[in-house]
């Protein structure tokens, strides 16, 4: 006779994170709901982090350990948790961060009480040091409740017209089932691979809400993946990734979607599209832009040229020799800048 599944699948990558990895287990062992399994997945790290990890859980059952031949980046890692996951409610938790101790308990109650498929809840962000701060500011605690029960692309579309939708994977725990359903996984390759995955399962679910506690605690350090100093051409393939599936999806479902859920999603498109362009604006150096498009067949290119590379041209001239940067995890423009930012592209002949 098999044991019965966990309630929660805990997925937890391993790479270069010997600094953390201890106070990320320890505050899993701290759950005050213990029915989970904790699935340690080592991507072939350089440092001792397995060893510690595998320290830490001792005699823990709840603990299992998995090792990637080789490196192979968030989005294969977490893949691959799920693809040994038993729990039913899966939750990703990223090896330099913690889940407060009421975490789980507090999600379950919310699955159990309100049926959902998924399950949004909040954070909160603290810091190595300075650096890390003036790196990258993350402010989590001005978002509004939501303790109903919505689609999720109702829900989404309430976080997108607040000006609170965060893309995180980490900041949400979702039904395996749905995921198992849908065939969802994480695009392997590219980074924020949190994009496509994120919008896949809210379309998939029928019921879900919003726990608006701190559970989730997010570290800032130096060495994080959103903190890093300069952005890359792989920054915006990565959102391109999820821009295309978001594009595609809206276009062949328009006749069944409400206006309301195509607005939102219209919207956040163009926050990501804003997002390519910044960085393409800021950070590729020459060489590199004309690497990237030289490496683009005439179709893709001609588009690049259309959404990212021309609307990098009109915020240049709308800021002028001034450096657009705005320091947050989700990037939006105040609806001020963004009221001045399209009577600037009407003076240009742009509706």
Known sequence: MHD???????????????????ECLESLKAQTFPDFEALV???????????????????DERFRFFDMPENRGLAAVRNRGLDEAHGGIVVFLDSDD??????????????????????????????????????LVEDFSGRDSFEGVASGTELF?????????????????????????????????????????????????????FLNEPIYRRRIHAGSIMAKPRRTVRNIEGHL???????????EHAAGLNPAFVEAMAHRLNVFL????????????????????????????????????????????FYGSTTWRVGQAVVALPQAARDKLASALRKRGWR
């Open 98 to 135: 913690l889940l407060a101790p009421c975490a789980l308990e507090h999600m379950e109650k919310r699955f159990r009480e309100q049926n959902l498929d998924d399950l949004y809840f909040n954070a909160e962000s603290f810091y190595e040091d300075a650096k890390a701060r003036k790196m």
């Open 41 to 59: 997945v080592n991507d072939a790290s350089p440092d001792n982090s397995p060893a510690i990890a595998r320290r830490v859980a001792g005699s």
């Open 274 to 317: 804003d997002l390519c362009a910044r960085d393409w604006m800021n950070d590729i150096p020459d060489d590199e832009k004309e690497a990237f498009l030289a490496a683009l067949d005439p179709a893709d290119r001609a588009r690049f040229q259309i959404e990212v590379a021309q609307r990098a041209e009109m915020l240049r001239d």
């Open 241 to 251: 990734v999820g821009i295309d599936f978001m594009r595609s999806y809206l276009i």
């Open 4 to 22: 019965p599944a966990p309630a929660f699948s805990v997925i937890v990558p391993l790479y270069d994170c010997e600094r953390y990895v201890e």
């Open 157 to 209: 579309t309430i976080f997108e017209n607040r000006g609170q939708f965060f893309v995180h994977g980490a900041l949400r725990a979702v039904r395996r089932s749905l995921i198992e359903a849908g065939h969802i996984r994480f695009p392997e390759g590219i980074i924020h691979e949190d994009v496509l995955f994120t919008f896949q399962t809210l379309l998939a679910s029928k019921r879900s809400s």
